[in-house]
Protein backbone atom coordinates (compact mmCIF):
# COMPACT_ATOMS: atom_id res chain seq x y z
CA UNK A 1 0.00 0.00 0.00
CA UNK A 2 1.34 3.09 -0.85
CA UNK A 3 0.15 6.18 0.84
CA UNK A 4 2.38 8.89 -1.53
CA UNK A 5 1.00 11.55 -4.15
CA UNK A 6 3.09 11.20 -7.73
CA UNK A 7 4.75 14.46 -8.16
CA UNK A 8 2.25 15.18 -10.61
CA UNK A 9 -0.49 15.52 -8.48
CA UNK A 10 1.65 16.98 -5.39
CA UNK A 11 2.30 19.60 -7.77
CA UNK A 12 -1.10 20.30 -8.70
CA UNK A 13 -2.31 20.33 -4.77
CA UNK A 14 0.50 23.04 -4.59
CA UNK A 15 -0.96 25.13 -7.08
CA UNK A 16 -4.73 24.74 -6.12
CA UNK A 17 -3.14 25.87 -2.32
CA UNK A 18 -1.69 28.90 -4.24
CA UNK A 19 -4.66 29.99 -5.90
CA UNK A 20 -7.39 29.47 -2.68
CA UNK A 21 -4.53 31.71 -0.92
CA UNK A 22 -4.27 34.53 -3.83
CA UNK A 23 -7.63 34.17 -5.44
CA UNK A 24 -10.42 32.87 -3.13
CA UNK A 25 -9.48 33.95 0.44
CA UNK A 26 -9.04 37.73 0.33
CA UNK A 27 -12.99 37.12 -1.50
CA UNK A 28 -13.96 35.12 1.32
CA UNK A 29 -12.63 37.57 3.79
CA UNK A 30 -15.55 40.62 2.37
CA UNK A 31 -18.69 40.15 3.49
CA UNK A 32 -19.07 42.22 0.29
CA UNK A 33 -18.41 39.18 -2.05
CA UNK A 34 -21.38 37.16 -0.32
CA UNK A 35 -24.70 37.15 -2.14
CA UNK A 36 -28.03 37.01 0.33
CA UNK A 37 -27.85 33.01 1.15
CA UNK A 38 -23.94 33.27 2.36
CA UNK A 39 -22.43 32.14 -0.86
CA UNK A 40 -20.34 34.02 -3.13
CA UNK A 41 -22.05 36.08 -5.09
CA UNK A 42 -22.41 34.77 -9.12
CA UNK A 43 -20.95 37.74 -10.93
CA UNK A 44 -17.68 37.38 -8.56
CA UNK A 45 -17.98 33.57 -8.94
CA UNK A 46 -17.62 34.40 -12.88
CA UNK A 47 -14.35 36.03 -12.65
CA UNK A 48 -12.75 33.67 -10.22
CA UNK A 49 -13.76 30.88 -12.89
CA UNK A 50 -12.14 32.80 -16.13
CA UNK A 51 -8.97 32.55 -13.78
CA UNK A 52 -8.95 28.99 -12.12
CA UNK A 53 -9.92 27.67 -15.90
CA UNK A 54 -6.90 30.16 -17.61
CA UNK A 55 -4.37 28.57 -14.59
CA UNK A 56 -5.37 24.86 -15.41
CA UNK A 57 -7.40 24.33 -12.05
CA UNK A 58 -11.08 23.53 -13.42
CA UNK A 59 -13.20 20.37 -13.11
CA UNK A 60 -10.58 17.87 -11.75
CA UNK A 61 -13.15 15.17 -12.17
CA UNK A 62 -13.67 15.29 -16.09
CA UNK A 63 -11.84 13.85 -19.26
CA UNK A 64 -9.18 15.94 -20.47
CA UNK A 65 -10.73 15.98 -23.86
CA UNK A 66 -13.90 17.28 -22.44
CA UNK A 67 -11.82 19.69 -20.66
CA UNK A 68 -11.49 18.87 -17.28
CA UNK A 69 -7.99 17.13 -15.60
CA UNK A 70 -9.12 13.47 -15.71
CA UNK A 71 -8.00 13.11 -12.18
CA UNK A 72 -8.16 9.58 -10.13
CA UNK A 73 -10.03 9.80 -7.21
CA UNK A 74 -6.75 9.29 -5.04
CA UNK A 75 -5.91 12.77 -6.50
CA UNK A 76 -8.94 14.11 -6.08
CA UNK A 77 -8.49 13.78 -2.58
CA UNK A 78 -5.86 15.47 -2.42
CA UNK A 79 -6.93 18.68 -4.42
CA UNK A 80 -10.58 18.70 -3.00
CA UNK A 81 -9.50 19.18 0.38
CA UNK A 82 -7.28 22.06 -0.91
CA UNK A 83 -10.31 23.81 -2.38
CA UNK A 84 -12.24 23.87 0.47
CA UNK A 85 -9.77 25.43 2.74
CA UNK A 86 -12.02 28.07 1.20
CA UNK A 87 -16.02 28.34 1.96
CA UNK A 88 -15.78 29.07 -1.96
CA UNK A 89 -12.93 26.75 -3.24
CA UNK A 90 -15.04 24.14 -4.67
CA UNK A 91 -17.50 25.67 -6.85
CA UNK A 92 -15.13 28.09 -8.35
CA UNK A 93 -12.48 25.25 -9.67
CA UNK A 94 -16.16 23.61 -10.86
CA UNK A 95 -15.83 20.90 -8.12
CA UNK A 96 -18.90 21.66 -6.38
CA UNK A 97 -22.15 19.28 -5.34
CA UNK A 98 -24.39 18.83 -6.97
CA UNK A 99 -22.33 19.10 -10.52
CA UNK A 100 -19.34 17.04 -9.19
CA UNK A 101 -21.36 14.10 -8.62
CA UNK A 102 -23.85 14.92 -11.52
CA UNK A 103 -21.07 15.43 -13.86
CA UNK A 104 -19.34 12.12 -12.71
CA UNK A 105 -22.25 10.07 -13.63
CA UNK A 106 -23.13 11.60 -16.82
CA UNK A 107 -19.58 10.80 -17.84
CA UNK A 108 -20.20 6.98 -16.66
CA UNK A 109 -23.02 6.07 -18.17
CA UNK A 110 -24.60 8.94 -20.70
CA UNK A 111 -24.93 8.16 -24.24
CA UNK A 112 -22.09 10.21 -26.31
CA UNK A 113 -25.36 12.45 -27.57
CA UNK A 114 -26.56 12.76 -24.13
CA UNK A 115 -22.86 13.78 -22.99
CA UNK A 116 -22.85 16.62 -25.70
CA UNK A 117 -25.91 17.66 -24.61
CA UNK A 118 -26.30 17.80 -20.93
CA UNK A 119 -22.83 16.91 -19.67
CA UNK A 120 -20.48 19.30 -21.85
CA UNK A 121 -22.15 22.90 -20.73
CA UNK A 122 -21.94 21.74 -16.71
CA UNK A 123 -18.48 21.11 -17.60
CA UNK A 124 -17.56 24.14 -19.58
CA UNK A 125 -19.04 26.38 -16.76
CA UNK A 126 -22.34 27.49 -18.94
CA UNK A 127 -24.66 25.64 -16.80
CA UNK A 128 -25.53 24.31 -13.22
CA UNK A 129 -27.55 20.96 -12.33
CA UNK A 130 -29.41 19.18 -9.85
CA UNK A 131 -30.17 15.98 -8.76
CA UNK A 132 -33.75 15.40 -7.37
CA UNK A 133 -34.61 11.72 -5.46
CA UNK A 134 -35.91 13.32 -2.05
CA UNK A 135 -39.56 13.25 -1.61
CA UNK A 136 -41.76 14.51 1.03
CA UNK A 137 -43.60 12.28 3.20
CA UNK A 138 -44.82 9.40 2.43
CA UNK A 139 -42.31 9.44 -0.96
CA UNK A 140 -39.41 8.49 -0.50
CA UNK A 141 -36.25 9.96 1.49
CA UNK A 142 -33.43 7.17 3.39
CA UNK A 143 -35.41 4.56 1.81
CA UNK A 144 -35.21 4.94 -2.57
CA UNK A 145 -37.97 2.20 -2.43
CA UNK A 146 -40.78 4.73 -1.08
CA UNK A 147 -40.03 6.74 -4.20
CA UNK A 148 -43.73 7.87 -5.31
CA UNK A 149 -42.93 10.58 -8.12
CA UNK A 150 -44.10 8.29 -11.51
CA UNK A 151 -43.08 8.25 -14.94
CA UNK A 152 -45.62 6.69 -17.55
CA UNK A 153 -44.36 6.55 -20.76
CA UNK A 154 -47.41 7.43 -23.13
CA UNK A 155 -47.07 7.58 -27.09
CA UNK A 156 -43.33 7.16 -26.77
CA UNK A 157 -42.86 10.00 -24.01
CA UNK A 158 -42.64 9.53 -20.71
CA UNK A 159 -44.79 11.80 -18.39
CA UNK A 160 -44.16 12.70 -15.29
CA UNK A 161 -46.22 13.17 -11.77
CA UNK A 162 -44.99 14.07 -8.29
CA UNK A 163 -42.95 15.98 -5.81
CA UNK A 164 -39.50 16.01 -4.72
CA UNK A 165 -37.75 18.51 -1.90
CA UNK A 166 -34.83 19.47 -1.12
CA UNK A 167 -33.56 19.47 -4.02
CA UNK A 168 -29.71 21.45 -3.71
CA UNK A 169 -29.41 23.79 -6.43
CA UNK A 170 -32.87 23.48 -8.23
CA UNK A 171 -33.27 27.35 -8.29
CA UNK A 172 -30.46 27.64 -10.59
CA UNK A 173 -30.20 24.67 -12.31
CA UNK A 174 -30.86 24.34 -15.77
CA UNK A 175 -30.22 20.34 -16.24
CA UNK A 176 -31.81 18.16 -14.07
CA UNK A 177 -31.36 13.84 -13.33
CA UNK A 178 -34.37 12.99 -11.93
CA UNK A 179 -35.27 9.40 -10.17
CA UNK A 180 -38.99 8.29 -11.00
CA UNK A 181 -41.25 5.17 -10.71
CA UNK A 182 -41.24 3.43 -13.55
CA UNK A 183 -42.80 -0.02 -11.93
CA UNK A 184 -43.36 -1.53 -8.75
CA UNK A 185 -40.90 -3.83 -8.41
CA UNK A 186 -38.77 -3.92 -5.38
CA UNK A 187 -34.89 -3.65 -7.35
CA UNK A 188 -36.20 -2.31 -10.59
CA UNK A 189 -38.70 0.48 -10.10
CA UNK A 190 -37.09 3.58 -10.80
CA UNK A 191 -35.55 4.94 -13.76
CA UNK A 192 -33.39 7.32 -14.23
CA UNK A 193 -34.29 10.92 -16.47
CA UNK A 194 -32.54 13.80 -17.56
CA UNK A 195 -34.66 16.97 -18.33
CA UNK A 196 -34.26 20.97 -18.65
CA UNK A 197 -35.69 23.89 -16.57
CA UNK A 198 -37.19 24.81 -19.64
CA UNK A 199 -39.23 22.30 -20.41
CA UNK A 200 -43.14 22.93 -19.14
CA UNK A 201 -45.09 20.45 -16.63
CA UNK A 202 -43.31 21.38 -13.71
CA UNK A 203 -42.40 23.68 -10.90
CA UNK A 204 -40.66 24.94 -8.11
CA UNK A 205 -43.06 25.20 -5.62
CA UNK A 206 -40.27 27.21 -2.72
CA UNK A 207 -37.03 27.46 -1.56
CA UNK A 208 -36.79 26.11 1.60
CA UNK A 209 -35.57 28.07 4.12
CA UNK A 210 -32.39 26.18 6.02
CA UNK A 211 -30.42 26.90 8.77
CA UNK A 212 -26.85 27.18 6.96
CA UNK A 213 -25.56 28.77 4.36
CA UNK A 214 -26.91 27.62 1.05
CA UNK A 215 -25.63 26.28 -2.20
CA UNK A 216 -26.43 28.85 -5.72
CA UNK A 217 -30.15 27.76 -6.22
CA UNK A 218 -30.55 26.52 -2.43
CA UNK A 219 -32.87 23.46 -1.62
CA UNK A 220 -36.16 23.32 -3.26
CA UNK A 221 -39.42 22.09 -3.17
CA UNK A 222 -40.52 21.01 -6.98
CA UNK A 223 -43.92 19.87 -7.77
CA UNK A 224 -44.51 17.76 -11.18
CA UNK A 225 -47.61 17.87 -13.25
CA UNK A 226 -47.08 16.13 -16.76
CA UNK A 227 -43.40 17.11 -17.56
CA UNK A 228 -42.70 15.13 -20.81
CA UNK A 229 -39.30 13.80 -21.38
CA UNK A 230 -38.78 11.81 -24.42
CA UNK A 231 -37.20 8.39 -24.05
CA UNK A 232 -33.62 9.40 -25.51
CA UNK A 233 -33.25 11.55 -22.50
CA UNK A 234 -33.47 8.70 -19.97
CA UNK A 235 -30.47 7.42 -18.57
CA UNK A 236 -29.30 3.65 -18.79
CA UNK A 237 -32.45 1.00 -19.45
CA UNK A 238 -35.87 1.20 -17.74
CA UNK A 239 -35.75 -0.12 -14.56
CA UNK A 240 -31.66 0.91 -13.55
CA UNK A 241 -32.48 3.87 -11.45
CA UNK A 242 -31.15 1.85 -8.29
CA UNK A 243 -27.79 1.41 -10.31
CA UNK A 244 -27.79 5.11 -11.27
CA UNK A 245 -28.01 6.36 -7.94
CA UNK A 246 -25.25 3.75 -6.20
CA UNK A 247 -22.89 4.72 -9.37
CA UNK A 248 -23.85 8.33 -8.38
CA UNK A 249 -24.31 8.09 -4.53
CA UNK A 250 -20.71 6.09 -3.62
CA UNK A 251 -17.88 8.86 -5.55
CA UNK A 252 -20.16 12.13 -4.43
CA UNK A 253 -20.53 10.32 -0.68
CA UNK A 254 -16.59 10.51 -0.75
CA UNK A 255 -15.79 13.58 -2.88
CA UNK A 256 -18.06 15.10 -0.05
CA UNK A 257 -15.70 13.72 2.54
CA UNK A 258 -12.65 15.22 0.70
CA UNK A 259 -14.35 18.90 0.91
CA UNK A 260 -15.36 18.36 4.45
CA UNK A 261 -11.85 17.30 5.54
CA UNK A 262 -10.89 20.74 4.02
CA UNK A 263 -13.28 22.27 5.85
CA UNK A 264 -12.27 20.43 8.89
CA UNK A 265 -8.74 21.58 8.49
CA UNK A 266 -9.75 25.34 8.11
CA UNK A 267 -11.39 24.94 11.43
CA UNK A 268 -8.09 24.17 13.06
CA UNK A 269 -6.37 26.70 11.33
CA UNK A 270 -8.55 29.47 13.12
CA UNK A 271 -8.18 28.23 16.36
CA UNK A 272 -4.90 27.68 16.49
CA UNK A 273 -4.46 31.24 15.26
CA UNK A 274 -6.67 32.53 17.98
CA UNK A 275 -4.70 30.44 20.60
CA UNK A 276 -1.23 30.69 19.52
CA UNK A 277 -1.77 34.67 20.08
CA UNK A 278 -4.36 34.59 22.85
CA UNK A 279 -3.09 34.72 26.01
CA UNK A 280 -5.04 33.93 29.67
CA UNK A 281 -4.26 33.83 33.41
CA UNK A 282 -0.51 33.77 32.44
CA UNK A 283 0.47 31.58 29.95
CA UNK A 284 -0.80 31.43 26.22
CA UNK A 285 -3.60 29.21 25.14
CA UNK A 286 -1.73 27.07 22.89
CA UNK A 287 0.44 25.88 25.78
CA UNK A 288 -2.34 24.45 27.86
CA UNK A 289 -2.74 20.93 27.64
CA UNK A 290 -6.38 21.15 28.19
CA UNK A 291 -6.16 23.05 24.83
CA UNK A 292 -3.70 21.14 22.94
CA UNK A 293 -5.77 17.85 23.73
CA UNK A 294 -9.05 19.60 22.11
CA UNK A 295 -6.65 20.51 19.60
CA UNK A 296 -4.82 17.09 18.93
CA UNK A 297 -8.59 15.17 19.07
CA UNK A 298 -9.69 16.74 16.12
CA UNK A 299 -6.06 16.55 14.10
CA UNK A 300 -6.40 12.80 14.92
CA UNK A 301 -9.85 12.81 13.70
CA UNK A 302 -8.90 14.24 10.46
CA UNK A 303 -6.34 12.35 10.24
CA UNK A 304 -8.32 9.19 10.03
CA UNK A 305 -10.69 10.53 7.86
CA UNK A 306 -8.31 11.14 5.34
CA UNK A 307 -7.20 7.52 5.41
CA UNK A 308 -10.38 6.22 5.11
CA UNK A 309 -11.43 8.68 2.71
CA UNK A 310 -8.19 7.52 0.20
CA UNK A 311 -8.47 4.20 1.22
CA UNK A 312 -12.12 3.96 -0.26
CA UNK A 313 -10.83 6.26 -3.57
CA UNK A 314 -8.10 4.18 -4.44
CA UNK A 315 -11.00 0.97 -3.91
CA UNK A 316 -13.07 3.14 -6.34
CA UNK A 317 -10.46 3.65 -8.47
CA UNK A 318 -9.77 -0.04 -8.75
CA UNK A 319 -13.37 -0.79 -9.80
CA UNK A 320 -14.79 -1.53 -6.57
CA UNK A 321 -17.72 0.03 -5.05
CA UNK A 322 -16.48 0.44 -2.17
CA UNK A 323 -19.80 0.17 -0.32
CA UNK A 324 -18.27 -0.32 3.35
CA UNK A 325 -15.37 1.96 2.94
CA UNK A 326 -17.34 4.61 1.41
CA UNK A 327 -19.86 4.68 4.79
CA UNK A 328 -17.42 4.53 7.23
CA UNK A 329 -15.82 7.48 5.78
CA UNK A 330 -19.14 9.19 5.21
CA UNK A 331 -20.13 8.99 8.94
CA UNK A 332 -16.49 9.05 10.10
CA UNK A 333 -16.11 12.95 8.56
CA UNK A 334 -19.04 14.35 8.97
CA UNK A 335 -18.97 13.68 12.68
CA UNK A 336 -15.16 15.10 12.30
CA UNK A 337 -16.30 18.28 10.68
CA UNK A 338 -18.86 18.69 13.23
CA UNK A 339 -16.54 18.54 15.91
CA UNK A 340 -13.87 20.61 14.23
CA UNK A 341 -16.39 23.14 14.03
CA UNK A 342 -17.40 22.98 17.33
CA UNK A 343 -13.77 22.83 18.94
CA UNK A 344 -12.93 26.01 16.57
CA UNK A 345 -15.70 27.92 17.96
CA UNK A 346 -14.83 26.96 21.90
CA UNK A 347 -11.13 27.59 21.69
CA UNK A 348 -11.66 30.80 20.24
CA UNK A 349 -14.27 32.02 23.07
CA UNK A 350 -17.00 34.85 21.88
CA UNK A 351 -15.12 35.21 18.59
CA UNK A 352 -15.31 31.94 17.20
CA UNK A 353 -19.56 32.82 18.33
CA UNK A 354 -19.13 35.78 15.83
CA UNK A 355 -19.12 36.57 12.53
CA UNK A 356 -15.49 38.07 11.97
CA UNK A 357 -14.00 34.58 11.48
CA UNK A 358 -15.68 31.64 8.85
CA UNK A 359 -16.28 29.03 12.33
CA UNK A 360 -20.09 30.12 12.62
CA UNK A 361 -20.83 29.39 8.91
CA UNK A 362 -19.00 26.23 8.57
CA UNK A 363 -20.46 25.66 12.38
CA UNK A 364 -23.97 25.73 10.78
CA UNK A 365 -23.29 24.29 7.37
CA UNK A 366 -22.03 21.00 9.09
CA UNK A 367 -25.63 19.91 10.57
CA UNK A 368 -26.51 19.13 6.94
CA UNK A 369 -23.36 16.69 6.73
CA UNK A 370 -24.77 14.13 8.82
CA UNK A 371 -27.92 14.08 6.97
CA UNK A 372 -27.09 14.59 3.43
CA UNK A 373 -26.31 11.65 1.20
CA UNK A 374 -27.34 9.12 3.58
CA UNK A 375 -27.79 9.53 7.45
CA UNK A 376 -25.67 8.42 9.61
CA UNK A 377 -27.79 5.70 10.91
CA UNK A 378 -28.40 4.33 7.38
CA UNK A 379 -24.57 4.24 6.70
CA UNK A 380 -24.34 2.59 9.69
CA UNK A 381 -27.36 0.29 9.42
CA UNK A 382 -25.33 -1.04 5.90
CA UNK A 383 -21.90 -1.66 7.51
CA UNK A 384 -24.22 -3.66 10.19
CA UNK A 385 -26.02 -5.53 7.08
CA UNK A 386 -22.51 -5.90 4.98
CA UNK A 387 -20.94 -7.44 8.32
CA UNK A 388 -23.78 -9.92 9.33
CA UNK A 389 -23.80 -11.16 5.19
CA UNK A 390 -19.74 -11.43 5.30
CA UNK A 391 -19.09 -12.23 9.15
CA UNK A 392 -15.70 -12.22 9.74
CA UNK A 393 -14.85 -11.63 6.33
CA UNK A 394 -15.61 -7.58 6.23
CA UNK A 395 -12.34 -7.39 7.73
CA UNK A 396 -10.64 -9.53 4.84
CA UNK A 397 -7.95 -6.55 2.81
CA UNK A 398 -7.97 -7.33 -0.81
CA UNK A 399 -5.44 -9.83 -1.87
C1 LIG B 1 -28.93 20.51 2.83
C2 LIG B 1 -29.53 19.32 2.15
C3 LIG B 1 -29.33 19.12 0.79
C4 LIG B 1 -29.93 18.04 0.15
N1 LIG B 1 -29.78 17.89 -1.22
C5 LIG B 1 -30.47 16.92 -1.86
C6 LIG B 1 -30.43 16.84 -3.29
O1 LIG B 1 -29.78 17.63 -3.98
N2 LIG B 1 -31.17 15.86 -3.90
C7 LIG B 1 -31.91 14.97 -3.20
O2 LIG B 1 -32.54 14.12 -3.82
N3 LIG B 1 -31.97 15.03 -1.84
C8 LIG B 1 -31.28 15.98 -1.16
N4 LIG B 1 -31.34 16.08 0.21
C9 LIG B 1 -32.11 15.11 0.96
C10 LIG B 1 -31.26 14.09 1.71
O3 LIG B 1 -30.61 13.23 0.83
C11 LIG B 1 -32.20 13.38 2.68
O4 LIG B 1 -32.52 14.32 3.67
C12 LIG B 1 -31.62 12.13 3.30
O5 LIG B 1 -31.47 11.12 2.36
C13 LIG B 1 -32.53 11.63 4.43
O6 LIG B 1 -33.84 11.48 3.97
P1 LIG B 1 -35.06 12.17 4.77
O7 LIG B 1 -34.74 13.59 4.99
O8 LIG B 1 -36.30 11.83 4.07
O9 LIG B 1 -35.01 11.49 6.19
P2 LIG B 1 -35.93 10.27 6.69
O10 LIG B 1 -35.79 9.12 5.76
O11 LIG B 1 -37.28 10.76 6.96
O12 LIG B 1 -35.18 9.91 8.04
C14 LIG B 1 -35.22 10.80 9.16
C15 LIG B 1 -34.24 10.36 10.21
O13 LIG B 1 -34.61 9.06 10.67
C16 LIG B 1 -33.47 8.32 10.99
N5 LIG B 1 -33.45 7.09 10.17
C17 LIG B 1 -33.85 6.93 8.90
N6 LIG B 1 -33.64 5.67 8.48
C18 LIG B 1 -33.10 5.01 9.53
C19 LIG B 1 -32.65 3.68 9.74
N7 LIG B 1 -32.72 2.76 8.77
N8 LIG B 1 -32.14 3.37 10.95
C20 LIG B 1 -32.07 4.28 11.95
N9 LIG B 1 -32.47 5.56 11.80
C21 LIG B 1 -32.98 5.92 10.62
C22 LIG B 1 -32.27 9.19 10.70
O14 LIG B 1 -31.88 9.84 11.89
C23 LIG B 1 -32.81 10.19 9.71
O15 LIG B 1 -32.08 11.43 9.73
C24 LIG B 1 -30.72 17.13 0.89
C25 LIG B 1 -30.90 17.33 2.26
C26 LIG B 1 -30.32 18.41 2.89
C27 LIG B 1 -30.56 18.61 4.35
Redesign the pocket.
Known amino acids: MDFTLSDEHEQLRLRVREFIEKNVLPLEASPANYDEHENIKLDVLEQVRSKAKAAGLWAPQCRKDRGGLELPLTACAAFYEEANRSLFGPVCLNCA??DDGNMRVLEQIGTEQQKTQWLQPIIDGEVAS????????PG????PSMIQTSATLVDGVWKIHGR???????EHASHFIL?ARTSNDARKGLTAFLFHRDQPGWHIERRIP?M?PE?HGG?CELVFDGLEIKDENRLLNVGDGLKVTQMRLGPARLTHCMRWLGLSKRCMEIANAYITEREGFGVKLVERESVQLKLGEVAHDIQVGRLLVMHAAWMLDAGDYARKEVSSAKIHVANTLHKAADTGVQLCGAKGYSKDTQLEWIYRYAR?A?????????H??VLAKLYNQAGDEFWQWGV
Open positions: APAFAMTEPHGGSDKWFITGAMIGEHQRLVDGADEVKM
